[in-house]
């Protein structure tokens, strides 16, 4: 079975969030009070997930700009969210779906807001389970352990350290690491996982693993 991560596994989370931003600068609004008020709006003092585009107009209009121009510049950018799906992603989820494999989607963060991003990818087709809830991977990952008794276990993840602490907590899962652009080779080799740049190679690797 597989365990797969959205944001920035399947989907470019960061070209997306861009994309957010440059659809404001039209309305004079800037890179830098974008991603200020992106961090406000995205979550709570408490660590809950909060984003939403309405979430982001309100902090926006606090900020003196109009609610409903900010709104529907971001909602412009709905339609063009299944664009932002790594090019390789569907051919990788078929191929997945292919060798028989159940596939579990780990998508945390805003329930309402990751669920409009999968539904518009048109993905959730492909996988048994789709975990939207904003609490911690290693909780999901545990629950699905519980209910499948497949003993070969692939997690996929782009981030180190959280993917580090699944690979420490439950040992017998096979971890790797959909490698970020943003990041030097470097701190990949130090994190003992196996790690590959594009979810082609991943595929290639766990079919080879799988036979
Ligand atoms: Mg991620």
């Known amino acids: 079975m597989f365990i797969i991560d959205f944001d920035d596994t399947l989907f470019d989370t960061q070209k997306f969030k861009q994309e957010l931003a440059s659809s404001l600068l039209s309305l004079e609004i ?13 979550i709570l003092s408490d ?11 309100s902090i926006l209009e606090r900020e003196g700009f109009d609610y409903k121009q900010v709104l529907d510049n971001l909602n412009k950018v709905k339609e063009k969210i299944k664009f932002f799906l790594f090019e390789d ?6 191929s997945l779906k292919e060798s028989k494999q159940d596939l579990y989607l780990l998508s945390l963060g805003d ?9 518009e990818c048109s993905i959730s087709k492909y996988f048994k389970q789709v975990f939207f809830r904003g609490k911690d991977k290693e909780l999901v990952v545990k629950e699905i352990l519980a209910e499948n008794k497949d003993t070969n276990v ?23 690491l959909k490698q970020a652009v943003t990041l030097t080779e470097e701190k990949y080799k130090k994190s003992g996982l196996k790690y590959f740049k594009t979810l082609t ?9 799988l036979k």
């Open 30 to 42: 800037g890179e830098k009070l974008f991603w200020q008020t992106y961090a406000e709006a995205r």
């Open 47 to 57: 660590g809950t997930f909060s984003y939403s585009f309405e979430r982001h107009a």
């Open 89 to 94: 992603a569907i051919y990788f989820l078929e």
């Open 111 to 119: 329930e309402n807001f990751q669920k409009l991003k999968v539904e």
């Open 154 to 176: 692939f997690f996929i993840n782009d981030k180190i350290e959280e993917s580090q602490k699944i690979k420490n907590d439950f040992q017998s899962i096979e971890v790797i």
């Open 201 to 209: 190679e991943i595929k290639e690797y766990v079919t080879n693993e």
